[in-house]
Antibody
Framework: EVQLVESGGGLVKPGASLKLSCVAS????????MSWVRQTPGKTMEWIGD????????NYAPSLKNRFTISRDNAKSTLYLQMSNVRSEDTATYYC??????????????WGQGTLVTVSS | DIRMTQSPASLSASLGETVNIECLAS??????LAWYQQKPGKSPQLLIY???SLQNGVPSRFSGSGSGTQYSLKINSLQSEDVATYFC?????????FGSGTKLEIK
């Protein structure tokens, strides 16, 4: 069974940095592109970016590219999202997601339970 | 960015009814469209991909259609467990973008 478990969320002050993790199990992590998607308290969904199965290539939402970095450790089956200079508008639940096959189809067949990040002073 | 305009924002229907949710893309997305269901307090679940392909395990009362810039999700014979928020998402072009969601309630 595919499982994606995010962690690392919490209360963080504006301007700070935070690193989220997503531990994957139930599949060969190194075979799959992975993505991060976030959902604001108002329920707006926003794609953050994705990373190739070997970590050699990433795509980002242009609005987040300068502050967010996606990486992975295939030996640990773990996906990361490094967030820097966070702002109040980054307050959201952050989801780790995966497609159906190893190629980046574009849709998200598997989602983690999400980790909540709250940015407030 | 491709803008996804979803309607209606909310919908109330009776058990057994058929409901339709629409999604309009700001440009042709060539059927590169997915639909998700998010029940209260849960993560989204994939219902439909490639505009009309039903994800494994999804009940057949859900169906998707459309082409070009106009797409729809149809739910036949509405059940109580269909209470949820539904989102469309395009993947024809980066950045991937979502509709604003349709909240479905039972009348």
């Amino acid at each position: 069974e595919v499982q994606l478990v995010e962690s690392g969320g919490g209360l963080v002050k504006p301007g700070a940095s935070l690193k989220l993790s997503c531990v994957a199990s139930g599949f060969t992590f190194s075979d799959y592109w992975m993505s991060w998607v976030r959902q604001t308290p108002g329920k707006t969904m926003e794609w953050i970016g994705d990373i190739k199965y070997d970590g050699s290539y990433t795509n980002y939402a242009p609005s987040l590219k300068n502050r967010f970095t996606i990486s992975r450790d295939n030996a640990k089956s773990t996906l990361y999202l490094q967030m820097s200079n966070v702002r109040s508008e980054d307050t959201a639940t952050y989801y780790c997601t995966r497609g159906t096959t190893g190629i980046p189809e574009g849709w998200f067949a598997y989602w983690g339970q999400g980790t909540l990040v709250t940015v407030s002073s | 960015d491709i803008r996804m305009t979803q309607s209606p924002a909310s919908l109330s229907a009776s058990l057994g009814e058929t409901v339709n949710i629409e999604c309009l893309a700001s440009e042709d997305i060539y059927s590169d469209l997915a639909w998700y269901q998010q029940k209260p307090g849960k993560s989204p679940q994939l219902l439909i991909y490639n505009a009309n392909s039903l994800q494994n395990g999804v009940p057949s009362r859900f169906s998707g259609s459309g082409s070009g810039t106009q797409y729809s999700l149809k739910i036949n014979s509405l059940q109580s467990e269909d209470v949820a928020t539904y989102f469309c998402q395009q993947y024809n072009n980066y950045p991937l973008t979502f509709g604003s969601g349709t909240k479905l309630e039972i009348k």
